[in-house]
């Protein structure tokens, strides 16, 4: 079994920045499409932003475009989420997630806790 824990989340005021992250388990980290999700309370789980086995490709939510970052460490089983630009909106559970399939799938396989972010104006 997978394991995948969030960090970094918090409270922060709107045009500020978070960075997100995730420290998988195991040893084949590099082998995972990674993602970001975030779920806002009321609402569904939607996907924030991806990212391939070696990081080359990445692919963002249009709310997110131009203000999140997503990157990988694969030498430290780390995915991060670089958040800019907040605003009330980005409210929600971040939740980290793995899959065997590729990038533009939505089915993701292992998810972690999840870490609450919240945007105050």
């Known amino acids: 079994q997978v394991q995948l824990v969030e960090s970094g989340g918090g409270l922060v005021q709107a045009g500020g920045s978070l960075r997100l992250s995730c420290a998988a388990s195991g040893r084949t980290f590099s082998n995972y499409v990674m993602g970001w999700f975030r779920q806002a309370p009321g609402k569904e789980r939607h996907f924030v932003a991806g990212?391939?086995?070696?990081?080359?490709?990445?692919m963002y939510a249009d709310s997110v475009k131009g203000r999140f970052t997503i990157s990988r460490d694969n030498t430290k089983n780390t995915v991060y989420l670089q958040m800019n630009s907040l605003n009330p909106e980005d409210t929600a559970v971040y939740y980290c997630a793995q899959t065997w399939r590729s990038i533009i799938s939505g089915t993701y396989d292992y998810w972690g806790q999840g870490t609450q972010v919240t945007v105050s104006s």
């Open positions: 990212i391939s086995r070696s990081g080359g490709s990445t």
